[in-house]
């Protein structure tokens, strides 16, 4: 019987034995484990530090285009001025020239500095809501429509330039009657105004062979529309698209930064020929 009791003792202490072995050597593993996995720190602060890096190279560019741009502002400036003295055209753009256009007309405003001119331009303005949309702030800081604000202004020159917005309206004849409207109107309310209609200028090669509707096929379409619609109206047409394009009848790459609004120098150079034509 003590022999038993001696067996079973030994078997017990050799199981505790074998438990604590076990124990220690599972720990020993998760330790190394735990050694070569990768620590998430690093990995963190390589994200921030691209984050930070991809911020600070979009400051870097933002920076360097706000000083590009005002060196090109001043250069600009520079070659107007020496334009404005070899100018040899009568024509002056003050405050009885009225200008209608969307977005494109406004940049040229903008960019040619022509302040005193009357600037009935708005973002997405069309050839129909040139007549309705009511935009032009009167006295009392009231919103009047284009035709309502010319009632009360000394103006006899009208220039317009309209027709990219509405390249994908579904019939361009329908374009041509709104467009003959907007040109009837402005009549009725100055009978003796002189009524430029400008044609549409071109997109960038890139721009129109990635569009379905925005391409200078269908440009040209409508710039045919409109110098059709000059002849009928008795109004004088200016194909400001032809000379701001390149030999293919594509806005220049370098005119443009988004290949439809017009940058600076091709502002300029639209300037100066409304002021020889």
């Not at 741009?69 to 009885?96: G, L, M, Q, R």
């Not at 997405?124 to 309705?132: E, F, K």
């Not at 002849?231 to 439809?260: E, F, I, M, R, W």
């Amino acid at each position: 019987m003590d022999k038993k009791k001696i067996n079973k003792q030994k078997i017990f202490l050799i199981i505790i034995l074998s438990i604590v072995l076990i124990t220690f050597v599972v720990l020993i593993t998760i330790k190394n484990t735990n050694k070569n996995k990768p620590e998430n720190k690093p990995i963190n602060n390589f994200v921030q530090q691209n984050v930070n890096q991809t911020s600070n190279e979009s400051k870097n560019e933002i920076n360097n285009e706000i000083e590009n741009e005002t060196n090109i502002s001043t250069e600009e400036n520079t070659v107007k001025n020496e334009n404005a003295s070899k100018d040899v055209s009568n024509k002056k753009f003050d405050s009885s020239v009225a200008f209608i256009g969307d977005s494109r007309t406004q940049g040229f405003l903008m960019y040619t500095g022509l302040k005193d001119v009357v600037d009935y331009t708005y973002i997405g303005l069309m050839v129909d809501t040139a007549v309705t949309k009511e935009f032009v702030k009167a006295s009392g800081g009231k919103k009047v429509t284009i035709l309502e604000d010319m009632k009360t202004k000394d103006i006899d020159t009208v220039y317009i330039m309209l027709g990219i917005n509405e390249l994908g309206w579904s019939y361009s004849q329908v374009f041509v009657k709104y467009y003959g409207n907007l040109i009837d109107e402005i009549r009725k309310v100055k009978p003796n105004c002189k009524i430029y209609v400008q044609s549409i200028i071109p997109v960038t090669k890139e721009k129109s062979d990635s569009d379905d509707i925005y391409n200078n096929n269908n440009i040209r379409k409508y710039n045919e529309l409109i110098k059709k619609l000059a002849q009928d109206k008795n109004v004088t047409y200016l194909d400001v698209a032809s000379y701001l394009a390149d030999s293919s009848g594509n806005l220049p790459l370098s005119a443009s930064t988004d290949g439809v609004h017009v940058n600076k120098e091709y502002c300029l150079k639209w300037y100066e020929y409304l002021k020889n034509n």
